[in-house]
C-alpha cells in the first residue's frame, strides 16, 4: 500500500487549500478508516479528519471541525482534504493515513502513513 500527498503549500491566515492523497496498492477498502493527521514542529501528530469506510461517517477534530472537509473518490482512489479559514495554528506537515478505526482519530490504530506534504500559514 502506497500513499502520496500533494497540494500543501504557503498560503495566508484565511485561505483555503486543498490536500490529496493518491491511494495505490488497495482494490477494495472493507473495514477501513481513511484519515488526515498533521504534525506541527516540537508537537505530537494529531487527527485531523477521518472518514469510514463502512457507512462515510466523518470525524473531525475540534480545531477544524467547520472549517475541513474530507472526502474519499473511491473510484479514483484518491482522498481529500479541504480546507477552509485556515489559520496560522494550521501550520505543519500533513500525513494521510489508512487504519481500522476512526473514532478518536488515535494514530496507533494506523498502519499505512504517506510521506506528507507542508502547509504553511503566515
Known amino acids: 500500500v502506497q500513499l502520496v500527498e500533494s497540494g500543501g503549500e504557503s498560503v495566508q491566515e484565511g485561505a483555503s487549500l486543498k490536500l490529496s492523497c493518491a491511494v495505490s496498492?488497495?482494490?477494495?477498502?472493507?473495514?477501513?478508516?481513511m484519515a488526515w493527521f498533521r504534525q506541527a514542529e516540537g508537537k505530537e501528530r494529531e487527527g485531523v479528519a477521518g472518514?469510514?469506510?463502512?457507512?462515510?461517517?466523518?470525524f473531525y477534530g475540534a480545531s477544524v471541525k467547520g472549517r475541513f472537509t474530507i472526502r474519499h473518490d473511491v473510484a479514483k482512489h484518491m482522498l481529500y482534504l479541504e480546507m477552509n479559514g485556515l489559520k496560522f495554528d494550521d501550520t505543519a506537515m500533513y500525513y494521510c493515513a489508512i487504519g481500522y478505526e476512526c473514532p478518536g482519530l488515535d494514530r496507533d490504530n494506523f498502519g499505512y502513513w504517506g510521506q506528507g506534504t507542508q502547509v504553511t500559514v503566515s
Open positions: 496498492g488497495l482494490t477494495t477498502y472493507p473495514e477501513n478508516c
Open positions: 472518514i469510514a469506510e463502512r457507512d462515510g461517517s466523518t
